[in-house]
């Protein structure tokens, strides 16, 4: 996956989670596991908040957020917590362990 959790290759071979950096591959954890995302959930954060900041519409925002639309990680099966929303897989971040709704919920309230 990417800095954000955009997932680039899946090759359905094993459950193992990496993140591409400068530096080449990171591992973060496994599917069905537990899955370190402190990095690339800050990043995701961090680019979404800003771009909540600059935002007027309270429609726009809405469709962000509502199920669906494009921050309703746990349903995109393009990103890490989509696809580790599977009732198995945990996240974590901070030191705090969560599933892939309450990362979308934890999101709404960082860029609320």
Known sequence: MNSIGTIVRNDETDNLVFMQSDDGLVSLGELGGEIDINQIYSNLLDENMETADGMWSPFKFRNLVKNGGDW?????????????????????????????????????????
């Open 72 to 112: 309703d990680y746990k349903n995109q099966k393009g990103t890490i917590y989509g696809l580790g929303n599977d009732g198995s897989t945990t996240f974590l971040f901070e030191g705090i362990s969560m599933e892939s709704q309450d990362i979308g919920n934890h999101h709404f309230g960082a860029v609320a």
